[in-house]
């Protein structure tokens, strides 16, 4: 396949904004279409000179003899099925655009005849931040009618969160209630993604092959249609063995969690990694969690066990292969059947929505397996339970800091007491005991929406309490080593300021050092109230909508669940505060921000 030239810089004619906007609307179009555009262009510059009307465009027939797949993405799964069905198309003789939810224009949809979405679903039933304009468009009043679409939804999502695949439901829905026909059914793919995705790509691909009329792929083709990135040696099916070159408790004693600095060399790996992007640790889990399964179930970790052609000792199974530590649904499910508990199926059924999220907020499955007694096959229990997926951290380095060959993490470890009895998380409780000159299988997963400004002039505001600093440690290295002329503003939170004050001396260092010219602290224990980062941002409102109406970006990192939600309720009520909004209008202005890319979130 072939792989496009990285273009020449563009002369200064644009400024660094609509270069980048340029670059990601020309993403994924085939040479001929880039040709098409630039020939447009400029018949339309002379027709503007001379003050006439633009030409009609031909999108109507470009779109009809075209596959266009659309993907949103916020951890990359999305992102890397999309790429791979374009791929699969194109080498089908399918001609095929592949783009990305924000870089999609609305006005185009009811043009499109074969139309592919693959897109994830986050946290409580929320879509990716790059899909979010294209889900509110298409769900809101100003959708056309779509009765010449034909169209497939993959949602990817994670059934141990309640809303499941929730966005991908939401899109095939509407887009059957705006006349469209289905190429195929609703594929709803769990962690293990294959299992589900494989099926679904062969039949929407198959319908779209008949609708567009290509029964077999021509013997040769002039140019391909979308150009593949080039993979590197090692990706997350072929991790890098990196080398721990320290591994550092950076809290104090008597801290409730402990948090650990690593730095790994990347040296031979050929890895590059910009701030934003996040290292992917393929972890084994604690030995003393895999023990418990087994004294549970009374089963021989010794045992082999073969399943999808495999075989492995069940232990080696369990530690290393199978998801311990997060409930899904469909394991619960079998459970419930196994124990023939009738709370436990009663917990399922969709009137008890509560009650499940409940469920799997306060349980880990060792946690089922003790309450609700049942007998397990050590064959039966292995394809029962979803693959172990890896973890990913924010990188805390910048390569211009430390060097190419060498990245770092923050980590906080996952351990305490639940119904009597210790639990773990996979991958934390892995890295915190990883000694140093040992090696971890990693890779990186690029973050193209949590990038720092292409503006080095732009201001920022960091939000990242707890170990949610740890992208913002990459950002203002970064922009000490580059010379950055914008200022930077973070806001950092945690329980004890004596205990938990995470790269307490760096951050006085750039202080002093103009590398950070703002800090506002939030520590939620050591005041009579509990004070968290976004009381901190009500009350330094008045600046921060300033900043942000002077064209400052805005990122926020750490907890999903809770804390993005409340930073995102403390903008829209500085928006209101400070800068006149209506509680609708304070909505677009931050929704505005984030389609800009100036409002940026990596949650988790």
């Known amino acids: 396949m072939n792989a496009l030239v990285a273009p020449e810089p563009l002369p200064a004619t644009l400024d660094p904004e609509k270069t980048a906007l340029l670059a990601r609307l020309a993403d994924g179009l085939a040479p001929e279409q880039l040709y098409w555009v630039a020939a447009w262009s400029a018949a339309r510059a002379g027709q503007v000179q001379r003050g006439v009307a633009p030409l009609e465009s031909p999108a109507a027939d470009v779109a009809a003899a075209r596959l266009t797949i659309l993907y949103g993405s916020q951890t990359g799964n999305a992102k890397r ?52 304009g294209l889900v509110e468009f298409l769900l809101g009043k100003r959708a056309p009618r779509l009765p010449g679409l034909h169209y497939a939804v993959l949602g990817l999502g994670d059934s141990s969160y309640p809303q499941f695949c929730e966005v991908g439901r939401q899109l095939d829905a509407r887009l059957a209630a705006l006349g469209a026909t289905r190429l195929a ?19 929407a691909l198959e319908q779209a092959r008949e609708r567009l009329g290509r029964a077999e792929p021509p013997v040769v083709r002039a140019a391909t249609v979308h150009a593949l990135p080039a993979r590197g040696a090692y990706s997350r099916e072929k991790p890098f063995a990196a080398t721990v070159l320290a591994n550092q408790r950076i809290v104090s004693r008597e801290s409730e969690r402990a948090v650990h600095h690593l730095e790994l060399s990347l040296e031979g790996s050929g890895l590059r990694y910009a701030p934003g992007d996040a290292v992917g640790i393929r972890p084994t889990q604690p030995p003393a969690l895999v023990e418990q399964w087994l004294q549970a179930l009374h089963l021989d970790g010794t045992q082999e066990v073969t399943h999808d052609g495999r075989t492995l000792p069940l232990a080696q199974w369990l530690g290393r292969e199978r998801e311990l530590t997060r409930l899904s649904r469909a394991f619960v499910a079998a459970h419930a059947a196994a124990s023939g508990d009738a709370d436990l199926m009663r917990v399922l059924r969709k009137e008890h929505a509560a009650s499940f999220a409940q469920l799997l907020a306060s349980h880990q499955p060792i946690d089922l397996l003790r309450r609700y007694r049942a ?129 307490q001396v760096e951050w006085q260092e750039a202080l002093k050092s103009r590398a950070l010219h703002r800090l506002d602290l939030a520590f939620s224990r ?47 009520d500085i928006a209101v505060a400070h800068g006149g909004h209506s509680a609708d209008t304070a909505r677009e202005w931050l929704a505005d921000l984030l389609t800009q890319g100036r409002y940026a979130h990596d949650v988790y």
């Open 81 to 132: 099925l999309a790429e791979a069905l374009a791929g699969r198309s194109e080498s089908g003789g399918l001609p095929v655009r592949l783009v990305r939810a924000d870089a999609y224009s609305h006005r185009e949809l009811a043009r499109e005849t074969q139309l592919l979405i693959v897109i994830s679903t986050q946290g409580d039933g929320e879509p990716p931040d790059d899909a979010r």
């Open 185 to 203: 059914p609703l594929g709803e793919a769990d962690v293990d993604i294959d299992q589900v995705a494989v099926p679904w790509a062969a039949r």
């Open 375 to 503: 007998a397990w096959p050590a064959e039966a229990l292995v394809a029962a339970l979803r693959p172990l997926t890896p973890r990913l951290y924010s990188i805390a380095s910048s390569p211009r800091a430390v060097g190419e060959d060498e990245v770092h993490l923050t980590v906080a470890r996952v351990a305490y007491e639940a119904f009597g009895m210790p639990h773990w998380g996979a991958a934390s409780a892995f890295l915190a005991a990883t000694g140093e000159d040992a090696s971890l299988p990693v890779f990186i997963e690029p973050n193209e929406r949590f990038r720092l400004p292409a503006e080095d002039r732009r201001d920022i505001i960091m939000i990242g309490p707890g170990t949610g600093v740890a992208p913002f440690r990459a950002f203002v290295q970064d922009r000490r080593e580059s010379g950055a002329r914008g200022r930077n503003w973070l806001f950092f939170g945690n329980r004890h300021f004596t205990r938990d004050f995470l790269y």
């Open 526 to 572: 050591d005041g009579a109230h509990k004070t968290y980062v976004q009381h901190r941002l009500r009350e330094r409102g008045r600046e921060l909508y300033a900043w942000l109406e002077g064209g400052a970006h805005l990122y926020v990192c750490g907890d999903a669940s809770h804390m993005a939600k409340d930073v995102h309720a403390a903008l829209l």
